[in-house]
């Protein structure tokens, strides 16, 4: 999960609660715009978990970090007998994460990363709010996503950006195009996932004709980093496109969720 | 899957469509010619003829005969235009370079005629893609002249035995000199860079060299830089010929098997340095 969210963000926002960790980026233009809701139950990845928040309504704790930091770090633990990680305030505040090496020896082998953090004090806590699924005018689906990466990769050296339309009957097309050449990937029998509907959620892609596209021109790069984070085929993938306003990507795997948003280029 | 495209609303035929069941049999050819942008592409009913060009003294071509592909139709006697070769290399590995077994793509290409794109149509489990590829003017290219009936030496070697030898060539040289003699030391490839000469040396009688046919001793050199990119042909290839004629002109013809075991030619030509000095003993 580190190495997705470290190819995604250079610095971003861990939130812990007493039963989930989430990673946020909240849409600064300094992103160029995206931003990034990715949430683990820790249950599924820890065997130990405490934590005290800054006080008891307010059971959380919001660390600013640099994901890259941590990806190193848990290198380390590729073969690891054992990984703990602890927040400490030593001469400012540190992720330490120790990790416990086999070795030869009766005794064993401790390796400890010292990560800097920023401590995120209450008052803007409020920046890191959970996102809300946008109005979108169409729910889709993703292709297989190896294919998607193959054709979003070679149109990465032909075009800067790249238009994603979809409709209701289960199409998609990525299409590129400038004065040397134009290229149009059509994807079919995608599906298009249900919605329950809440309080109306649905009255814009209700109504909207089945055929009808909707698009939006979006920066080719930011595209290609997240399809290449992805290395292993997600549960489910979809994307909510709002019509030349922003692209909504939602990709479950069976113990992480994550959100990723891409505006549309002006 | 045949992609069938409709002919043009006109009722009048293409200038060129070809069909092809695995692009890949097109793409890897063109991958050993492609050491600059631009290609000139030149269709008969003999098959396609790709040609890139490097400073007036270097021709390389790339021949997919029409037999490759499962359809290949060329209206008139024949068909040239200018197209951008990386361009075109992206848009035939849209679905990837990697050669998973059973998986290919499907490729139809479409020309209508002088000031039209090239349009490809490729497909593979399912998903279609469509380019189109602006083209351009094509250039007068260089007429190396090398007449097969003037040739003065030819050696044809199996591609295993030079393809370390290029892979390892000292690029501190400026040029490379190839020597033929029926003579010792019959075959060989010197380079002379910045740590000193090398020479390697072939045998005539070398379980690597098919053919020997050396009438006279012919020392010529070539810019290096030229004849570098020919190593992605080498690769490809299981067998070279290389002939030279009474000017010095280089002619390397490599025979290339693709994954359906069809034979492919890729040549390069390449006109002698001619800041030549007397060449080394």
């Known amino acids: 999960v580190i190495n997705t969210i470290a190819r995604l963000a250079k610095t971003c926002t861990l939130r812990l609660t007493v039963s989930k960790l989430y990673f946020i980026l909240s849409d600064k233009v300094a992103n160029g715009g995206v931003s990034m809701w990715c949430e683990l139950c820790q249950g599924n990845f820890f065997d130990e978990f405490q934590m005290e928040g800054v006080a008891a309504e307010h059971n959380e704790i919001y660390l600013e970090l640099a994901p890259e930091n941590l990806s190193r770090a848990l290198k380390t633990a590729q073969s690891a007998k054992a990984v703990k990680i602890k927040l400490t305030n030593k001469h400012c505040p540190c992720l330490r994460v120790a990790v416990e090496l086999p070795s030869l020896s009766s005794s064993s082998r401790i390796v400890t990363h010292d990560i800097p953090v920023g401590v995120i004090p209450r008052r803007l806590w409020n920046d890191f709010r959970e996102p809300s699924v946008p109005d979108f005018d169409v729910s889709i689906y993703l292709p297989v996503l190896k294919t998607m990466k193959s054709v979003v990769e070679r149109m990465k050296n032909l075009s800067n950006s790249i238009v994603i339309e979809a409709n209701l009957s289960g199409e998609m097309n990525l299409k590129i195009e400038n004065d040397l050449v134009s290229v149009t990937t059509h994807f079919k029998d995608l599906g298009n996932p249900p919605w329950a509907s809440e309080d109306g959620y649905q009255s814009s892609a209700q109504d909207r004709d089945l055929e009808s596209m909707a698009e939006a021109r979006i920066d080719i790069k930011k595209l290609q980093q997240l399809l290449a984070g992805q290395q292993v085929n997600p549960t489910k993938a979809l994307c909510n496109i709002v019509s030349k306003r922003i692209v909504h990507f939602i990709l479950l795997h069976e113990d992480v969720s994550l959100q990723y948003f891409i505006p549309a280029l002006a | ?281």
């Open chain 2, 1 to 281: 899957m045949p992609l069938s495209a409709q002919p043009p609303a006109s009722g009048e035929p293409y200038a060129l469509a070809a069909s092809l069941d695995n692009a890949r049999h097109l793409s890897s050819l063109l991958r050993a010619v492609h050491f600059q942008d631009h290609a000139t592409c030149f269709a008969t009913a003999n098959g396609l003829r790709v040609t890139v060009e490097d400073a007036k003294c270097m021709q390389a071509n790339a021949f997919i005969q029409a037999e490759i592909f499962q359809e290949f139709a060329v209206q008139e006697e024949s068909v040239t235009f200018r197209i951008n070769l990386s361009v075109l290399l992206d848009c035939l590995t849209i679905f990837g370079t990697s050669s998973l077994p059973g998986t290919s793509t499907a490729l139809r290409m479409c020309y209508r005629g002088y000031g039209y794109p090239l349009m490809l149509f490729l497909e593979e489990g399912g998903v279609v893609t469509v380019c189109k590829i602006n083209t351009q003017e094509p250039e007068e290219l260089l007429d190396f002249d090398f007449c097969n009936t003037k040739v003065v030496n030819k050696v044809i070697l199996q591609s295993e035995g030079l393809r370390e030898a290029f892979a390892e060539l000292d690029m501190t040289s400026e040029v490379l000199q190839i020597t033929m003699s029926p003579d010792k030391p019959y075959f060989r490839l010197s380079t002379f860079g910045n740590a000193g000469s090398a020479h390697l040396d072939y045998p005539r009688d070398s379980d690597l060299v098919e053919a020997f046919h050396c009438n006279q001793t012919q020392t010529n050199r070539y810019k290096i830089s030229l004849l570098k990119p020919s190593t992605k042909a080498l690769a490809l290839s299981c067998k070279v010929s290389i002939r030279t004629d009474a000017q010095g002109f280089l002619s390397l013809q490599y025979m290339i098997r693709n994954e359906d075991g069809q034979i492919c030619f890729v040549e390069y030509y390449c006109c002698p340095d001619e800041d030549i000095t007397e060449a080394e003993p």
